[in-house]
């Protein structure tokens, strides 16, 4: 890599004198060195772009990745998104509508759109019995329309 390097700036070096000695006249040289030391900066720089490199494609991938994270799961109550403070308006609403269940606190995974993905419900242990927790999950996939298997009751 450094032979390549190396071997590149001087051809280059000697290619700029022989187009320095070409020119037509003293009145163009000076534009021409004026490019040739840049190009020979940015030749002297090169080795160093390493540093700032990600790769091929490897920030692409960070971006996308962040953005499927943000896109496909947003937790209510984190963050600053539309998304977010949507959730948490569903999460609010969830409390005050179980609130006869003993309901402690309620989790939620919306998508982007603000579609409900999962439901977690604390309810208390004294008070929970499996009519109840049958009855939360029967009301949450009848008004949300979520499937059983991604509401979750949890007893604290």
């Known amino acids: 890599m450094l032979f390549g390097w190396m071997k590149s700036l001087i051809f280059y070096l000697l290619l700029a004198t022989i187009v320095t000695h070409m020119a037509p006249s003293n009145q163009y040289k000076q534009y021409i060195r ?39 799961e947003s937790v209510a109550g984190v963050g600053g998104s539309i998304t977010d403070y949507y959730g948490m308006g569903i999460r609010e609403g969830l409390k005050k509508e179980l609130q006869g269940y003993s309901v402690e606190d309620v989790a939620i995974i919306t998508d982007a759109g603000g579609e409900l993905l999962q439901c977690t419900i604390y309810i208390s242990e004294a008070k929970a019995t499996e009519e109840m927790e049958k009855e939360i999950k029967k009301y949450i996939s009848d008004v949300y329309n979520l499937e059983d298997a991604r509401i979750y009751v949890v007893r604290r």
């Open 34 to 72: 004026y490019f040739i030391g840049l190009v020979v900066i940015v030749l002297l720089a090169s080795p160093l772009k390493f540093l700032f490199e990600f790769g091929s494609g490897d920030l692409q991938e960070l971006l996308q990745e962040i953005e499927h994270v943000e896109g496909q």
